[in-house]
Structures are given as C-alpha cells and as structure tokens.
C-alpha cells in the first residue's frame, strides 16, 4: 500500500512536472503574439506572427479547447491564463498563468515582463523553425539576449567580466558617446547590448525630446501620454510631465521621488533582456556589494564580485566566516527550486520576502541559507561581531 502511494506521488509531480513545461510554453506563446501585436502599425509583418503563434498555441492544447481564431487569443491575453486555459491548475506553483499579458494600452504588462521572461525562451526552440520572420524582441528572446551577452564574457577575463558586467548595471542608458568613454574608462568589453531608444521611452516638449531615467535602476521610463512609469513592478511609481521647467530648461517632471527629464539627443539604452536580467537584479547585487565594502572589518579586498565569471554572485570575508551569496530576483520561486543555486546563501530582496519560506522548504534541506537582504546584513554584522 505504502509503494504503490508512492508511486502515484510519483506520476502527480511528473504530471505537474509536464504541466509546468507546458505552461511555460503557452507562456512563451503569449508573450511573441502579444509582443507582435503590440508593434502590427509599424511592422506589417506583425500579423503573420499572431497568426503563427496562434496555431502554435492551439497545437500545445487538446483540439477545440484553445481559442478559435488569432483575434480571440489576443483577447484573452488581456485576463490571466488560469481563467481561460483548461488545465489542472491547483497542482502548480501559485506564479504560473496568474498574470495578465496585455495591458489596456495594448502592451505587455510589467507583470508579462517580471514573470514571463521566466518562460520566453521554451517556444522558440520548440517552433522557431520556418519562421522567417519574427519582431526582434521575440527572436532575441529575454534569455538568448543574456546568452549572447555572455559569449562575449565568457572569453573575458575576471576583471574584463566584472567591468563589463557592472558597466550594464551602472550605466543601462545614456548618450552613445557617454557610454563608448564609459566602455574604455572602466575597463569594459563591447557587446551588443545598447540598442537606440526606443519610442516609447520618450516624450516631445516644444521641439526637443526627451527621457527620464528610473530613480531605482536608471533604465529609461515608459511614457504614456505624460504619464511615466518604470516598466518593472518593484519600481513601483507613477511619473508626469508638466507645464514646468527646471533650473536647466528641460521640462519638469513630478512624482514620488526626485527624477530629472534629460535630452533623448543621441541616446542609447540596454535591450530589454539585458536590463530584466543584468541590470535589475544587479542593482540589489551592486548595493549589497558596496554595502559589504563599507562595512567596518571588511573593506573593499574583502569582497569578490561575481566570482569565477558568476558561478555565484559575492563572495566575502566577514570575521572568521566566508559568506557565497547568490542573489535571486525573480517572481517565480520555482524556477529557482528547479535549478538550486551553487552558493549556499541564498539572498533575496526585501521585496521578495514572501519567497524565503516557500525556497526553505523547496530547495533541498540542509544545504541553504535563505534570508532577505535586510536579513543577511544582520547575520553579516553578527559575524563581524563574533570574530572581534
């Protein structure tokens, strides 16, 4: 009786298991016909692709159970997938089909970007052949952006890693010329990271035009009308542009917290991958590692950023204990589980504080230590304290 519960275990998390893979498929699905959609006035081209992923999705699903026409698809983008996909949903993680991809606006949604970048790689292996034609942000998917960054690095050495590395969190936009003397002041390696700025980072007052930086990561702002907004969550603010100018003549812009509209003349901003991947969770990385610098017992010689190219993300010296931290920010705790970190202090920011008791019982026992940032600076402390 005992075995044969264990079996059927066995088949529930291996059917969960293909339940997931596929779901990560719809996911990817979703995200290039909304991403296609979202650009059909300047890309013709854009419907045949809504198309394709419509036939795509509906070949991932039993026959009659997807929506009926491309049309329908792109509707139900616009609520979550677990209200419109028939699949046994209460045996997945609670972050899967949960966000909505397709804003009001008819863009993707900042949760599409924070969750479904998880997932934008599955599709494109599995049904990119005799697609001969595909927007580039769907045929540089979120990870193939990452990975063709890190070509780059992988022939680098440690220093040239770190340079580089650093320079896509620190400086994710900027006028080209800014960002070729930035390149060269620190050491840096080129890659084909900057693209132009895109439209709808920008804004036009009088005849001149313009973009604001996000207080939190510096990636250009969405804009919408005079509203801006960074299109990640956490960064959560709303932005508008009024009848005001500052003391540089540039139009002023309000909101919760200080930010300054600078000339768009010129400028050039990291591809969306590379700021999902690199810049975001490398702002929580770069301030925990100067944070670690500072501390009285430590110093700078003491901490190691993105050791052995990123096998982890920090290694430090603090008393007589040696902490190697990876930090994880994503939405999706699972994806973490499925593929455990090689560092045994997991560290995850104080905006993901939910996620520390489903990573302590997810990932395998014994082996991590999960806390917050806020929490992994006071075992820092207590270890200086110690080694006293």
């Known amino acids: ?46 419907w045949r692709e809504v198309s394709r992923m419509h036939g795509a999705f509906l070949s991932l699903l039993p026959p009659g159970s997807g929506p009926t026409t491309p049309s329908d698809m792109i509707k139900a983008l616009h609520r979550p997938m677990r209200q419109w996909v028939p699949l046994t949903w209460g ?34 292996e599995n049904h990119g052949a005799g697609i001969d034609w595909v927007p580039r942000w769907a045929q540089q998917t979120f990870e193939k952006v990452e990975r063709s960054i890190y070509t780059v690095l992988s022939s680098a ?18 006028t080209a010329e800014f960002v070729s003397d930035a390149l060269h002041e620190r050491g840096a390696l080129h890659t084909e990271a900057y693209e132009p700025l895109p439209p709808d980072r920008r804004f036009v007052v009088g005849r001149d035009s313009w973009y604001v930086p996000c207080p939190v990561c510096s990636w250009p702002m969405h804009v919408q009308g005079a509203e801006l907004a960074c299109r990640y969550p956490q960064h959560s603010g709303l932005f508008k542009v009024t009848d005001e100018v500052d003391d540089t003549g ?51 010689d003491a901490v190691t950023k993105w050791p052995h190219k990123d ?46 008791a489903q990573l302590r019982r997810s990932l395998p026992p014994g082996q991590y230590e999960v806390r917050t940032v806020r929490a992994f600076k006071t075992a820092v402390r207590n270890a200086l304290k110690e080694g006293r």
């Open 1 to 46: 009786m005992a075995r044969e519960t264990q079996d059927n275990a066995g088949l529930r998390r291996a059917d969960s298991t293909r339940t997931a893979k596929l779901v990560g498929n719809l996911t990817t699905t979703g995200l290039r016909a909304a991403r296609a959609w979202s650009s059909r006035r300047e890309q013709p081209e854009a």
């Open 250 to 300: 540039a139009p002023r812009v309000r909101g919760p917290r200080p930010v300054r509209a600078l000339s768009a003349a010129e400028v050039v901003c990291v591809h969306e991958a590379v700021w999902r991947y690199i810049t975001i969770p490398g702002v929580t990385e770069v301030e925990l590692m100067t944070w670690l610098a500072e501390q009285p017992g430590i110093g700078t």
């Open 311 to 356: 096998r982890w993300d920090i290694t430090v010296r603090a008393g007589a204990d040696i902490f190697e931290i990876d930090l994880k920010d994503t939405r999706s705790p699972s994806q973490v589980a499925a593929r455990p970190p090689r560092a045994r202090h997991v560290v995850v920011p104080d905006y993901r504080a939910w996620q520390v």
């Open 91 to 124: 045996d997945l993680p609670d972050e899967l089909g949960s966000f909505t991809i397709l804003g009001e606006d008819g863009l993707l949604t900042g949760d599409a970007i924070e969750y479904g970048s998880d997932y934008s790689e599955a599709l494109f």
């Open 157 to 174: 050495g440690q220093e040239e890693y770190v340079a580089t590395r650093q320079m896509l969190i620190e400086v994710p936009a900027g």
